[in-house]
């Protein structure tokens, strides 16, 4: 791993330069209109179009919608993929039970049938889950997807030694004690999930779990036919029972999907399937990536993360009917792993909490509009419980000179006065996060605390990152990453982040290494609550736990600045995809 260093001058004076450059432009483009959340301009012209509404709604069919993006999936198999761009480029191949609304915004939210007639029938006090498949639902090559076909997809999120790095929470809901061994050992399989016939699958929870059919429609529920599981190898070719299929993937570099002459439209009422074909062409440079997308050549970003600072400038300056300014689910942080020293002291977390400038950092990610505001806790907007004001650390205030005086004195406290050195570890396909590991670089450094800058392969990171092991080994004691809800609630969000039950050997996403049975126990009585006014108030304790501990630093609650081209027809932000595009019913001109 190269390890990169940087002058703290040079890094302060980038930030500073690239957010001058895009707060003037910005300042000139809203008087253009079109500046905030809702969006503005009319259906189909203008910044925002894509905001609260459909730009350039047209059901038209044919063409090639061609994709651009800076990074591969994490994994194209359903059950361990893990990126919300890859859960998004999913509805194209892969279908669930339930799925959520083809709808802008906070309407995407709501869950339709897919696979099923419709919505689960539920009995017995909330434990039992019913559903009856549709009959004219297949596979690419015409056979049926049958109820055991979705019990067998389901079944692999229990061979984790095999097929790491996806959500689990089907997993830990239905079988908390571990107690089966999944599909490649178990050849009997679980008998929690029934298929008494072709058409009908039961799932019989051993306690009721109000969120249950929100993972019902993730990916990880997919589908998989056990013939056609290749088990680690099934994410270099899916097989289909989506409008599309695989014609060719190279990772890394391309993905072309064609159409799916099995897929049934009258089967489907969420996916418009427009396009003939679908490409996808993976870059490492998300300057030239921007160049590309501006110039015409490609129609959306792949990955969703949004223009770097030179093409935010260039599009906001000539092209600003193209780009959306969408609210995102996301919050972008810094995570200190417990098991790296000095991290295992909550004093030497807080001081490099204080000691950050998370004003820098906030200008380094693009500044309020094309970065977002500033972070104060680890509960995004969208999911109930999260308030913006809750700042216990003073983040959003950023007073300079008392950040420095409460990071020195939590230095003392942890032993270390004089500071300590650490790494940092960042995605080296992500500018964005590499100007603010060097951004928090800086600031860090005035209080004492040298951090080096290590990228990684951000194409690996479940088996980097994901791993503690890897993670103790090479000394990141502060990992820069970013997260939004599986599903909109603290369960959707947080749990794979700070349960216990999630710490995992690979692809692990609790960098925090947090285990405490307070935190534990809070969303157990999350889970087990079936009010809504109280499931609120155990989403901002679990929250406010969070924030004691001193694990995070919130860099940004996201916005971005995304684009689209003039080719590109039916798009819209959706909530179900934190904001992204729905990439299921973008169509070409």
């Known amino acids: 791993m190269r390890i990169v260093r940087f002058l703290r001058t040079s890094s302060r004076r980038r930030a500073a330069a690239s957010a001058a450059v895009v707060a003037a432009l910005l300042s000139t483009a809203a008087c253009g209109g079109g500046g905030g959340d809702e969006g503005g301009g009319s ?147 679980f008998a929690g999930i029934e298929t008494p016939d072709d058409k009908t699958i039961v799932f019989n929870l051993p306690k009721a779990n109000s969120d249950f ?20 190898k099934y994410g270099q070719n899916p ?18 999907l064609v159409r799916n002459g099995e897929w049934e439209r009258a089967s489907d009422t969420v996916r418009k399937a427009l396009p003939d074909k679908i490409t996808v062409d993976l870059i490492t440079n998300a300057n030239e990536m921007d160049k590309r997308l501006i110039a015409g050549n490609y129609d959306l970003d ?18 600003e009917a193209n780009v959306d300014n969408p609210t995102m689910g996301y919050i972008r942080y810094a995570v200190f792993p417990q098991h790296v020293k000095p991290f295992d002291n909550i004093h030497c977390r807080k001081a490099a909490i204080y000691g950050a400038d998370h004003k820098s950092i906030q200008t380094a990610r693009g500044g309020p509009i094309a970065g977002g505001d500033i972070g104060t806790n680890m509960l995004p907007p969208m999911v109930p419980g999260s308030d913006k004001d809750f700042d216990m650390y003073g983040l959003a205030k950023n007073d300079g000179a008392a950040n420095v005086k409460m990071a020195k004195e939590e230095l003392k406290k ?12 960042v995605r080296n396909n992500k500018p964005v996060e590499v100007d603010s590991a060097e951004a928090l670089q800086a600031s860090l450094a005035e209080v004492g605390i040298e951090a080096s800058i290590s990228q990684y392969d951000g194409a690996q990171t479940s088996g980097i990152i994901g791993n503690p092991d890897v993670v103790k080994n090479k000394g990141y004691g502060i990992i820069i990453m970013g997260w939004g809800p599986d ?40 889970i087990d609550s079936q009010d809504d006014a109280e499931k609120t108030k155990i989403a901002e304790s679990i929250n406010t736990k969070v924030m004691e501990g001193a694990y995070y630093l919130p860099f940004t609650f996201e916005k971005i600045l995304t684009w689209r081209s003039d080719r590109a027809t039916n798009v819209y932000s959706t909530y179900a995809y934190s904001g992204q595009y729905d990439f299921s019913s973008v169509g070409v001109k």
């Open 239 to 256: 097989f289909s029972n989506g409008p599309y299929k695989f014609e060719s993937y190279e990772p890394n570099k391309s993905i072309v």
């Open 302 to 319: 792949l990955n969703g993360t949004g223009l770097s600072p030179a093409g935010r400038a260039n599009a906001l300056q000539d092209h």
């Open 414 to 425: 942890c032993g270390k006065p004089n500071g300590f050195k650490t790494k940092i570890a």
């Open 43 to 189: 259906e189909g012209a203008g910044r925002n179009a894509g905001v609260g509404k459909v730009a350039n709604a047209s059901d038209k069919k044919g063409g090639t919608l061609k994709f651009i993006g800076t990074q591969d999936a994490d994994s194209w198999d359903t059950t361990r993929g893990y990126y919300g761009f890859a859960w998004n480029f999913m509805r194209y191949y892969t279908r669930q039970l339930v799925t959520p609304a083809a709808a802008p915004g906070e309407k995407g939210l709501e869950l339709k049938p897919d696979l099923a007639k419709g919505l689960a029938e539920v009995s017995n006090d909330g434990k039992t889950y019913t559903y009856t498949l549709k009959d004219d639902v297949k596979w690419q090559d015409g056979k049926p997807v049958t109820s055991m076909d979705v019990k067998y997809g389901i079944e692999r999120q229990w061979a984790q030694s095999v097929l790491p790095g996806g959500p689990v929470y089907i997993k830990q809901t239905m079988d908390p004690d571990g107690e089966f061994e999944g599909p490649y050992k178990d050849k009997d399989g």
């Open 213 to 232: 059919e929100e993972m019902l429609a993730m990916p990880s529920a997919s589908p998989v036919r056990e013939d056609k599981d290749t088990r680690s």
């Open 487 to 526: 599903f909109n609630t603290v369960q959707g969000y947080g749990m794979p982040l700070w349960h216990s039950d999630y710490i995992l050997d690979n692809g692990n996403n609790n960098f925090a290494m947090i285990d405490e049975p307070e935190i534990d126990q809070a969303f157990q009585d999350f």
